[in-house]
């Protein structure tokens, strides 16, 4: 992911398996890895279904980098697909979906 961050990719979709204990999990272990930019308020981490205001986007949030964490069930889904439909700015954005719920990884030739 941070390889696609510096290759000019704007927002990450990370999908989750339907449980709100992985959720918290991915949450705390992306908020892990990748501490120093958002420290630095370089990259912001998003649990979908706890973005109560979507403007909470801010145009200055949106000019960096920005994850979403969405379990794959209808609710989070459904408020992704409100976010990416309600806010405008995303629209021009390059943008990495990865399913963390394979469980099995394999190496595909670029």
Not at 55 to 68: A, E, P
Request: proline share 3%; aromatic share 10%; with cysteine.
């Amino acid at each position: 992911m941070a390889k696609c961050f510096d290759e000019d990719y704007d927002v990450a979709v990370v999908l989750t398996n339907n449980s709100v204990a992985l959720v918290e999990q991915t949450m705390k272990r992306l908020k892990s890895e990748f501490e120093k930019p958002i420290s630095s308020k370089k990259l912001y981490v998003w649990d979908v279904i706890k973005l109560q205001n979507l403007d909470q986007l801010t145009g200055y949030i949106l000019k960096n980098k920005v994850i979403f964490v969405v379990k794959k069930e209808m609710k989070n889904m459904g408020k992704l697909h409100e976010i990416f439909d309600e806010v405008p700015q995303l629209k021009d954005k390059n943008i990495l979906i990865i399913d963390w719920t394979t469980k099995y990884l394999r190496n595909i030739p670029n």
